[in-house]
């Protein structure tokens, strides 16, 4: 490799090398600042200037492969960078005030974020198996560490071993998957698979099948696909608010970014064997997801429920087939983002020494004394429900036409069916800030950072609601068809 072609590589993953130094400084920071609000403003600024770069090569480059095409660099990876910028934004306001209330308001905390950011968008921008590997260790590896950062608490602690050891089982079957591939085709490279699978004549195999069926195992773990969800519920109970807020969003868009990207460009000849698989995973997933969730009283739990639910929704775009149905995914995971967030941010303001504002009876006539908050939490769980005129209705509508026009009617009926389900436990805490009267007094911890939050999660459910065009059109020229 010549010189130039070396530093047009380079200039092609400056965003991610940015956030990478920009963790790298916030470590030394640690052992000078002691005001942690200063390490927090300099990975926003760090955040922001990393997206000016994607935006950068956006707009001056068109989209190309560098690292002798390991890494991609396309409206489809940047599209989920956004995802990912705004989820560590989002997630930085919201830490702040509740990262010192829990006594965990540690340096790391931020640069850990940012590691994990990293490695979502190496995932997302990932042209090959073991960039993907190496994006996944990145972003796995730091998440298992922020689930245990509240160390003298025993649940954070499980948390973090539980999430470790399916974690690295999910890991290992990845490289089963990879290495069966390999070994099948004779190469890494996403096109270069498509090509071999064509050229030897070895779709109808069942080791090319088997392959593949560990490849999504691996991202079912991921993005918490039943059955593969059972370190959902208690990682996100154990895990500190503001990481599970992180890890619902995340590490679960980047899981579906490469899901996409693997089955449509390395195995898209095969979309009768992948979809043999997804089918049923889907209908399993939003079955566990809305009928377990009915049972729970602690809200983190019933979160974590609901975010296997949606995965399952989520899933519908790539069974689809389409670029127009991996648009609705994409789009799905962008609205998904900021009602989730949303709802998790109000959470952590119940939040305050000795309370953990965390079981259902917390928010026991909740209206009465903060009717703000109250409408706030109103407007996600009704964007969560699917109801109109919030977000989450487009992305649902978008979702389930797509699987319909690609023949898929059964889908949409269940999807459908699920969802009335779980308007029960959604609506349920809707019900019990409205229609019940409070038990105690409750004190909400609020703070300049968790309230801009709140503002701009809300106001996006709401414009994203009566105004859907301007993100559909922003997916659909970043997913061509």
Known sequence: MNTANYLVDITMIMPELTLICVALILLLLDLVVKNKEVLAAVGIAGTLVALYGTYKLFVFHAPQSVFADMFVLDGYSNFFKLIFYLNIILTILISLKYMTIEKASFGEYY?????????????????????LYLGLELMA??????????????????????YFFL?????????????????????????????????????ESPAVFLGLIFLIV???FKVALAPFHMWAPDVYEGAP??????????????GFAVMGRVLFEAFGGMQMQWNSILIPLAVITMAVGSIIALAQTNIKRMLAYSSIAHAGYMLLGIIAGTPEGLASTANYLMIYMFMNIGAFAIVIMLRREGFQGENLDDYMGLA?????????????????????????FIGKFYVFMEVIRSGYTYLAIIAVIFSVISAFFYLRVVMYMYMKDPKEDVTLTTSSTLSIA????????????????????????SIPG
């Open 111 to 131: 640069s850990l974020l940012i590691f994990a950011t990293t490695g979502m968008m190496i995932m997302a921008s990932a042209a090959d198996l073991i960039v």
């Open 141 to 162: 590896l730091s998440t298992y560490i922020l689930a245990g950062l509240m160390r003298k608490q025993l649940r954070s602690n499980e948390a973090a071993l539980k």
């Open 167 to 203: 974690g690295a089982f999910s890991s290992a079957i990845l490289l089963y998957g990879i290495s069966m591939t390999y070994g099948l085709t004779g190469t890494t490279n996403l096109r270069e698979i498509a090509a071999a699978l064509q050229t030897l004549n070895i779709m």
């Open 218 to 220: 691996a991202f079912g």
């Open 241 to 254: 608010t503001s990481i599970t807020a992180f890890m619902s969003v995340g590490p679960k868009a980047a």
């Open 368 to 392: 009465k004394s903060h009717p703000l908050a109250s409408a706030l939490m109103l407007i996600f769980m009704f964007s969560l429900t699917g109801i109109p005129p919030t977000a989450g």
């Open 454 to 477: 709140l503002a701009i999660t809300a106001i996006m459910v709401l414009i994203l609601g009566i105004f859907p065009s301007f993100l559909l059109n922003l997916v659909r020229s």
